[in-house]
């Protein structure tokens, strides 16, 4: 290759990086355009909140907070270290950046690598270890509606009060468990369910090329997942489905504080959708895909509008608001106590450790090679 060449390919290099945060701009602005009324509906909705029942709407919080613990504990353990404050300050930090920049789950996981990396983490090891937790995380809300479906095809009458509704929610807790044990065991589930997803897309979906493979790319997901969790996939698991499962909890908080008792299965499938919408690169967290999904799949749940409004506005600031500024003190208080060690982190990394005793926070850990 010439010099010509090589220039050329280095300003072609320059201008894509330059485009693409333009267009994700771009992107992310005319989705926010689209979906401005809904969101419009749901922020106009705040003085609903003055009739909140407030024992619920603490049980909101309490329940978002358990979830982000089990989310730190899953990331410990991907990452396969005892420190809690690097981990839940980098976790925060980054989610914050997420859901403030175009990019969403990448710029987050850059993010928060970028931050391990200053404590010895080496940052394609925190990438894996990231992107496993995150695709275990996806994994256990993509199943929670297949566990809902017996009870809203069955028809059954669910009793609308808190006992029936804690009695569901232990009950699909013990049925992901068993289920993310069965997967991470034996290959025959996934292959079924991904021949299953396969032949559904090929005959509900005009495709030029057909779906294919998709068997063997669950296989092979569920082996990488496996091979970075390690002998603690157990574990891993536990934590995934207790984050999935205190958010629904959150939720289902959400609509007894507006007063709305809805069925808890179908509640189930609006979590669901809503969690998947934030999974939308186009805006920071899926924002505005998520209030305009959560309100139209809670009236479809059988919540009246005004209700659905409200139980999504405080469902939201909890969730998805309170967090931002969470991550900012956690970032600072990051910065208080490393600062600028990428120096140091590079020196460990190399030697696959992270610093111990007084360079990590709480007790540091070994990481495996």
């Given at each position: 290759?010439?010099?010509?060449?090589?220039?050329h390919?280095?300003?072609?290099?320059?201008?894509?990086?330059?485009?693409?945060?333009?267009?994700?701009?771009?992107?992310?602005?005319?989705?926010?355009?689209?979906?401005?009324?809904?969101?419009?509906?749901?922020?106009?909705?705040?003085?609903?909140?003055?009739?909140?029942?407030?024992?619920?709407?603490?049980?909101?919080?309490?329940?978002e907070?358990?979830?982000?613990?089990?989310?730190?504990?899953?990331?410990?353990?991907a990452?396969?270290?005892?420190?809690?404050?690097?981990?839940?300050?980098?976790?925060?930090?980054?989610?914050?950046?997420?859901?403030?920049?175009?990019?969403?789950?990448?710029?987050?996981?850059?993010?928060?690598?970028?931050?391990?990396?200053?404590?010895?983490?080496?940052?394609?090891?925190?990438?894996?270890?990231?992107?496993?937790?995150?695709?275990?995380?996806?994994?256990?809300?993509?199943?929670?509606?297949?566990?809902?479906?017996?009870?809203?095809?069955?028809?059954?009458?669910?009793?609308?009060?808190?006992?029936?509704?804690?009695?569901?929610?232990?009950?699909?807790l013990?049925?992901?468990?068993?289920?993310?044990?069965?997967?991470?065991?034996?290959?025959?589930?996934?292959?079924?369910?991904?021949?299953?997803?396969?032949?559904?897309?090929?005959?509900?979906?005009?495709?030029?090329r057909?779906?294919?493979?998709?068997?063997?790319?669950?296989?092979?997901?569920?082996?990488?997942?496996?091979?970075t969790?390690?002998?603690?996939?157990?574990?891993?698991?536990?934590?995934?489905?207790?984050?999935?499962?205190?958010?629904?909890?959150?939720?289902?908080?959400?609509?007894?504080?507006?007063?709305?008792?809805?069925?808890?299965?179908?509640?189930?499938?609006a979590?669901?959708?809503?969690?998947?919408?934030?999974?939308?690169?186009?805006?920071?967290?899926?924002?505005?895909?998520?209030?305009?999904?959560?309100?139209?799949?809670?009236?479809?749940?059988?919540?009246?509008?005004?209700?659905?409004?409200?139980?999504?506005?405080?469902?939201?600031i909890?969730?998805?608001?309170?967090?931002?500024?969470?991550?900012?003190?956690?970032?600072?208080?990051?910065?208080?106590?490393?600062?600028?060690?990428?120096?140091?982190?590079?020196?460990?990394?190399g030697?696959?450790?992270?610093?111990?005793?007084?360079e990590?926070a709480?007790?540091?850990?070994?990481?495996?090679?």
């Open positions: 290759m010439t010099r010509s060449d090589a220039a390919g280095r300003r072609r290099s320059r201008w894509r990086r330059g485009v693409r945060p333009a267009v994700q701009l771009l992107l992310g602005g005319v989705s926010i355009y689209l979906v401005l009324p809904s969101l419009l509906s749901v922020f106009g909705s705040w003085r609903s909140l003055e009739g909140l029942d407030w024992r619920f709407a603490v049980a909101v919080l309490a329940c907070i358990a979830s982000f613990v089990c989310v730190w504990e899953l990331d410990r353990i990452l396969r270290t005892r420190a809690w404050f690097v981990v839940a300050a980098a976790q925060l930090s980054g989610n914050a950046v997420g859901r403030i920049l175009p990019g969403g789950g990448a710029t987050a996981t850059a993010f928060t690598t970028s931050m391990l990396r200053r404590i010895g983490i080496d940052a394609g090891r925190a990438a894996t270890a990231l992107a496993a937790a995150s695709l275990l995380q996806i994994g256990t809300t993509c199943a929670l509606p297949v566990l809902a479906l017996p009870a809203i095809l069955g028809g059954a009458r669910i009793n609308r009060g808190l006992v029936d509704a804690a009695y569901l929610g232990v009950a699909v013990a049925l992901l468990l068993a289920a993310g044990a069965v997967a991470f065991t034996t290959d025959t589930p996934l292959r079924l369910a991904g021949r299953a997803t396969q032949w559904l897309l090929n005959t509900t979906v005009r495709r030029r057909p779906v294919s493979g998709l068997p063997e790319a669950l296989l092979a997901d569920r082996d990488f997942v496996r091979a969790l390690g002998q603690r996939w157990k574990q891993a698991v536990a934590a995934a489905v207790g984050s999935a499962a205190f958010d629904y909890l959150a939720l289902l908080a959400a609509l007894h504080a507006v007063g709305s008792n809805p069925r808890p299965s179908l509640v189930l499938l979590y669901t959708a809503a969690d998947l919408l934030a999974l939308v690169p186009v805006t920071p967290g899926g924002l505005g895909f998520v209030e305009a999904g959560l309100v139209g799949t809670l009236t479809l749940a059988g919540v009246s509008g005004p209700d659905a409004l409200a139980a999504t506005l405080l469902y939201r909890v969730a998805f608001w309170l967090p931002l500024p969470a991550g900012g003190v956690a970032y600072i208080l990051f910065r208080r106590r490393y600062g600028d060690s990428a120096g140091d982190g590079d020196r460990t990394a030697s696959g450790r992270a610093p111990s005793g007084s990590t709480g007790r540091g850990s070994k990481l495996s090679a």
